[in-house]
């Protein structure tokens, strides 16, 4: 028996409505690509594709997000594996990709890379790069390494599992990080779609300022002369995070919004010093 997409949709509409879905008409429509797959669009249903598009609502309605759902999230230019195992890539953190392709680099390191979308973003970008991506999480670089090969940028990355700098050695010419910065006591206040999410990927479970404070400490050590360092931040964190920056001894020092004029990325260079 053959089933009307039109109908599976809207049935997918309602049920996911029913279920508080905060997006439901995006993610029926969503739901429904992945259960088309290749298809032209509208064509007919078979009972298992019916099937399948209740178990894909099952999940969705309990919150999971729909990139943990279909396993991919477009991202910049390119659509990345997502597991349970790394942070969804957000929108927000092109703002950083913005920032950082202003500047001048040959080399990038990538503290907490995750799915590895800012590195291999900027890899892709820059063809004569190259790039070290880090994680505290062997699980996270796994996915990373992938999506290396799905951007075709595997040639010019290597990887290290080190908690913020402690395995890195060398010196950049960028050192970009989007690092946990949810404070401890802001978690319980979370969509429940962060759930899914690596709970270290989100929280430092301290004041959310903790990983900034460890990689502004050791930046300078591992910046060329004229390097840049590049955060993400927390829209409240900017004038925190750029005293960290200054008492590390960074210099040129600027803070970025994105699209919603939220402050999203400080800034800060190994410059020499005009004072002295
Ligand atoms: C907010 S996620 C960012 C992931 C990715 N860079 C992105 O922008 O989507 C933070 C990442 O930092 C990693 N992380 C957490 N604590 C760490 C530590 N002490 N040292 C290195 N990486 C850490 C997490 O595993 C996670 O992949």
Redesign the pocket.
């Known amino acids: 028996m053959t089933h009307d997409p039109k109908d599976a949709l809207q049935a997918a509409l309602r049920q996911l409505e029913a279920a508080g879905s905060p997006s439901a008409a995006r993610d029926a429509s969503a739901l429904m690509d992945i259960v088309q797959g290749d298809a032209p669009p509208w064509t007919e249903l078979s009972d298992d594709q019916v099937a399948h598009l209740q178990r894909l609502i099952a999940r969705r309605a309990r919150r999971e997000p729909i990139s943990h759902i279909s396993g991919k999230r477009a991202f910049w230019m390119h659509e990345f594996e997502v597991t349970p195992d790394?942070?969804d890539?957000?929108p927000d953190?092109e703002t950083l990709l913005e920032v950082a392709l202003k500047h001048r680099f040959d080399t990038v390191l990538?503290?907490?890379?995750?799915?590895g979308?800012?590195l291999l973003s900027l890899l892709h970008e820059r063809p004569a790069a190259l790039g070290i991506g880090?994680?505290?999480?062997e699980a996270?670089l796994a996915v990373a390494k992938r999506n290396a090969d799905r951007v075709g940028v595997a040639d010019r990355v290597s990887w290290a599992v080190?908690?913020?700098f402690s395995s890195v050695t060398g010196t950049y010419d960028l050192i970009v990080s989007?690092?946990?910065y949810i404070a401890l006591d802001e978690m319980a206040g979370l969509a429940p779609e962060l759930d899914y999410e690596?709970r270290?990927?989100?929280t430092d479970e301290q004041d959310g300022l903790s990983?900034y404070r460890?990689i502004t400490q050791d930046a300078m050590r591992h910046l060329n002369p004229q390097g840049r360092l590049l955060v993400?931040i927390g829209p409240t964190q900017a004038a925190a995070v750029s005293d960290l920056f200054a008492r590390a001894g960074l210099v040129d020092l600027h803070v970025h919004q994105d699209l919603d004029g939220r402050d999203r990325v400080v800034s800060g260079a190994n410059l020499p010093r005009t004072d002295q």
Do not use: Q, Y
């Open positions: 790394v942070l890539p957000r953190t990538d503290l907490g890379t995750g799915s979308c800012i880090t994680d505290l999480s996270a080190s908690d913020w989007n690092p946990p690596p270290m990927a989100l990983a460890a993400e």
